[in-house]
């Protein structure tokens, strides 16, 4: 967990400087029997959002149910769900599958549109979600915002990248299922077959 903070607040000295909204993971707590995985993300100083703007994390293993969120002063979000593809159509990063039997989590800006003039201070907020998983691996995030400055101004910022989401326990296949159990009814036959010499 120790390394994992680490990474996360390392992680975080990057995304301050990123173009859009880049998620950090910053923090897994278990609350009851699930964990509550919390991101912090940052409102860079040269970008905005408007109404529709957006952020998909992939392959969120495990979601049970959105946890709260720190809404900037500024506006809202809306909390979204997918079997697969981002939301509103964000896709994937280069690298990374979108497994359609594993639910990808979004947020929706709902307006309104602010600081689509720019620059302005940065602008930190939470985000979170339940997992009944508390191990982490990394997958794949897409946001959507917008610049607010300079000659792009108004023009379309994507970002996309690794985040940490959860992961469960590995499943083991059919073969291998049937395989562990040939081993163990085979292990459970020598062991009566050395007491009976045992005792002859």
């Known amino acids: 967990m120790k390394t994992l903070l680490i990474a996360a607040a390392a992680a975080l000295g990057l995304a301050t400087s990123a ?20 991101y912090s993300l940052t409102l860079n100083q040269n970008e905005g959002v408007r109404t529709g703007d957006r952020l998909v994390i992939f392959d969120f293993n495990g979601f ?3 946890g709260p969120l720190s809404d900037p002063a500024i506006g809202t979000f809306t909390e979204l769900t997918t079997p697969v593809g981002g939301v509103n159509n964000l896709q994937p990063p280069a690298g990374f599958d979108d497994d359609a039997s594993v639910l990808n989590i979004g947020w929706r800006w709902d307006g309104p ?21 508390d191990g982490t691996q990394l997958d794949g995030f897409s946001s ?7 000659a792009a101004a108004g023009q379309p910022l994507y970002e996309q990248g690794a985040v940490a989401v959860p992961v469960g326990a590995a499943v083991p296949e059919p073969g291998t299922w049937a395989l562990m159990i040939i081993g163990f009814g085979g292990a459970g036959a020598m062991l009566r077959a050395r007491r009976r010499r045992a005792f002859a």
């Not at 173009?19 to 919390?38: E, H, K, Y």
């Not at 689509?116 to 602008?123: C, F, I, L, M």
């Open 144 to 150: 959507l915002t917008v610049k607010n400055n300079g």
């Open 19 to 38: 173009q859009a909204l880049t998620p950090v993971l910053t923090d897994v707590s278990a609350v009851g029997d699930r964990f509550l995985f919390t």
């Open 113 to 133: 549109d602010v600081f689509t003039t720019g620059p302005h201070p940065p602008v930190d907020f939470m985000l979170s979600a339940y997992s009944r998983f």
């Open 64 to 66: 049970d149910g959105f």
